[in-house]
């Protein structure tokens, strides 16, 4: 199975800040990637597709980017929501989860 | 509006057999595939299995076979997970989740998510 790793585990950061997250996988998966924010107690949200499609509804400091086996979701600034985890989720090949990046201030 | 509303949180002993639902309104169930996930309590999210309502094909991750089983009613447009017998290690929230494609020839990616379900297996 294709094992995805994020970095940082812990990401700490101001309101305003650029924010950005990496994620690879064990194997290439071309652009079959999705990233989610989890707030807590809460389901995930679907924030990015296909690696660096936005999510209608999604605002647009979020963008990711990247191919193959490595990829990167960038919060241009900031905002007090934002703070939750990130997960980066591969669906080239059935799914898995990367263990998740927590951005906290 | 897609909605994906779970059944409410469950309280078991070891050994019990537990069904969770997930009713979906918004769209056409039968056309698109469904999944679960598994969240342990502090933990990140694993996949546990997928189906396609309309043909009833049933995936599973090799970490989950055997482990659950997952059904759907087309009639109530509501995917289930089961167990027969749990374990203490099956506490988590599950959630359940609709996936669609960006394009006909590409893989399915999880969009909209129900509420999760906690499921707890105390003695």
């Known amino acids: 199975d294709i094992q995805m790793t994020q970095s940082p585990s812990t990401l700490s950061a101001s309101v305003g800040d650029r924010v950005t997250i990496s994620c690879r996988a064990s194997q290439s998966i071309s652009t079959w990637l999705a990233w989610f924010q989890q707030q807590p107690g809460k389901a995930p949200k679907l924030l990015i597709y296909d690696a660096s499609r936005l999510e209608s509804g999604v605002p647009s400091r979020f963008s990711g980017s990247g191919s193959g086996t490595d990829f990167t979701l960038t919060i241009s600034s900031l905002q007090p929501d934002d703070f939750a985890t990130y997960y980066c989720?591969?669906?080239?090949?059935?799914?898995?989860f990367g263990q998740g990046t927590k951005v906290e201030i | 509006e897609v909605q994906l509303v779970q059944s409410g949180p469950e309280v078991k002993k070891p050994g019990e057999s537990l069904r969770i639902s997930c009713r979906v309104s918004?769209?056409?169930?039968?056309?698109?595939?469904i999944g679960w996930v598994r969240q342990m309590p502090g933990k990140g999210l694993e996949w546990m299995t997928i189906?396609?309502?309309?043909?009833?094909?049933?995936r599973y991750s090799p970490s989950f076979q055997g482990q659950v089983t997952m059904s759907a009613d087309k009639s109530t447009s509501t995917a289930y997970l089961q167990w027969s017998s749990l374990k203490a290690s099956d506490i988590a929230v599950y959630y359940c989740?609709?996936?669609?494609?960006?394009?006909?020839?590409?893989?399915?990616?999880?969009?909209?998510w129900g509420q999760g379900t906690l499921v707890t297996v105390s003695s």
């Open positions: 989740a609709r996936a669609r494609q960006s394009l006909d020839t590409s893989p399915y990616f999880f969009d909209n």
């Open positions: 989720q591969q669906y080239n090949v059935y799914y898995s």
């Open positions: 918004g769209y056409s169930f039968a056309n698109y595939w």
């Open positions: 189906m396609y309502p309309g043909s009833s094909d049933t």
